[in-house]
């Protein structure tokens, strides 16, 4: 079975600081995809980032981009010149090629202070 | 564009009652479906997802059973509530079964 931890519960950082969120998980599987949600005070979950296990390069969108390193099972996001809008508990998942289950850690609270 | 609308918001039911949750997404067709279940802080659970009309596959056994009358439309249901259905629940589309976009929640309380 796929697990996906996230180490850090809380974490905290400067406004235009930079962070980076630590993810990890565990499959056999050669061929997945990860994800990064952001789920802010509203509770709404928003898709921040996706990566394809087939890709080498990480994938960037704006201010949010990934260290995908697939022998070591690590999927890590760094958000840069971070934003009071960025606090929210962030979502690391896996899920499989061609596979409906979609499996989330735990989360991560991140607070971006003024 | 897509949407997707979850009713009601809150919910506060007691123990034994039955329930409905509704999700229903406009802007696309034939979407997979699925319901997650949220603990407070805690990550979420799949419940339940479907590939089409009639298509359920459960993932957790418990309390709780999904349908999905028409191709947009996702029920929860439960015939008799118990304390530890208490969550927060999330509907989310996808198609190509890929990244998943969620609506905004509901949050159910028994009591």
């Known amino acids: 079975a796929q697990t996906v931890t996230q180490s850090q519960p809380e974490m905290s950082v400067q406004e235009a600081e930079t962070v980076t969120l630590s993810c990890t998980y565990d499959?056999?599987?050669?061929?997945?995809?990860l994800f990064w949600y952001k789920q802010p005070p509203s509770r709404q979950m928003i898709l921040v980032i996706r990566?394809?296990?087939?890709?080498?390069q990480n994938a960037t969108e704006n201010r949010f981009s990934v260290n995908f390193q697939k022998a070591a099972k690590s999927f890590s996001l760094k958000i840069s010149d971070s934003q009071l809008g960025d606090t929210a508990m962030y979502f690391c998942?896996?899920?499989?090629?061609?596979?409906?289950?979609?499996?989330f850690g735990a989360g991560t609270r991140l607070t971006v202070k003024p | 564009s897509q949407t997707i609308h979850q009713w009601p918001a809150t919910l506060v039911q007691p123990v034994g009652s039955p329930l409905s949750l509704e999700c229903t997404v406009e802007g696309t067709s034939n979407p997979n479906l699925y319901w997650y279940r949220q603990a407070a802080g805690r990550g979420l659970q799949l419940l339940f997802y479907?590939?089409?009309?009639?298509?359920i596959s459960s993932e957790v056994p418990q309390n709780l059973s999904a349908s999905r009358p028409q191709d947009r439309q996702f029920i929860l249901s439960s015939k008799k509530l118990l304390l530890s259905d208490s969550g927060f629940y999330l509907c989310?589309?996808?198609?190509?079964?890929?990244?998943?976009?969620f609506g905004p929640g509901t949050r159910l309380t028994v009591t």
């Open positions: 499959t056999s599987e050669n061929n997945y995809y």
């Open positions: 998942a896996f899920m499989k090629y061609n596979n409906n289950d979609m499996r």
């Open positions: 479907s590939v089409g009309i009639g298509q």
């Open positions: 989310a589309w996808s198609v190509w079964g890929v990244e998943q976009y």
């Open positions: 990566q394809e296990a087939y890709k080498q």
